[in-house]
T-cell receptor
């Protein structure tokens, strides 16, 4: 069974630039999560989708971050414009449904200079 | 704020020894989960223990849960160099459709 795929694996940008991350969850998983993991900390949930609807985006900085999950499969997370404090690993995870075990992708390491 | 807090922050042991990590949390939970993260990788789910369970085993892993003390422990027996990783507890709060909340993790180093 293929795991959660993410791209790119690494991204370096300058502050005020835009960046987008892509996630392909495990086939059949209805729930998709985006987490931000700052160095030395645990993952923090940014947004949770159930199919193509948003379940929780309470910790998403909506002035600069946006995410979508068109057709309830793949998802993209965008940051526009990026700030220095956005440097982190962005993890995508999926689960069969909300509350089930989550399966994580390898993450995208973002460095904002 | 993060619900789970792991202790210790870092742990270094010799191969073959046992490693114990603790997690404390603040509110009532449905379940508590432990994840492992190897350097530069995503998280891997290790074990889930429900609020009505007190102990659970999976291979060399043993997890206990004490809901009266709001704490959990993860024991890795006969550790191997490949167990070197960060270990996170994540709590599934009892209140409504609330997402998992991860702690800051324990960084385990197993020296061969």
């Amino acid at each position: 069974e293929a795991g959660v795929a993410q791209s790119p694996r690494y991204k370096i940008i300058e502050k005020r630039q835009s960046v987008a991350f892509w996630c392909n969850p495990i086939s059949g998983h209805a729930t998709l999560y985006w987490y931000q993991q700052i160095l030395g900390q645990g993952p923090k949930l940014l947004i949770q989708f159930q199919n193509n609807g948003v379940v929780d985006d309470s910790q998403l900085p909506k002035d600069r971050f946006s995410a979508e999950r068109l057709k309830g499969v793949d998802s993209t997370l965008k940051i526009q414009p990026a700030k220095l404090e956005d440097s982190a690993v962005y993890l995508c995870a999926s689960s069969p449904t909300s509350g089930d075990t989550q399966y994580f992708g390898p993450g995208t390491r973002l460095t904002v200079l | 704020s993060q619900q789970g807090e792991e202790d210790p922050q870092a742990l270094s042991i010799q191969e073959g020894e046992n490693a114990t990590m603790n997690c404390s949390y603040k509110t009532s939970i449905n379940n508590l989960q432990w994840y492992r993260q190897n350097s530069g990788r995503g998280l891997v789910h290790l074990i889930l223990i429900r609020s009505n369970e007190r102990e659970k085993h999976s291979g060399r892993l043993r997890v206990t849960l004490d809901t009266s003390k709001k704490s959990s422990s993860l024991l890795i027996t006969a550790s191997r160099a490949a167990d070197t990783a960060s270990y996170f507890c994540a709590t599934d709060p009892f209140s409504g459709n609330t997402p998992l909340v991860f702690g800051k993790g324990t960084r385990l180093s197993v020296i061969a």
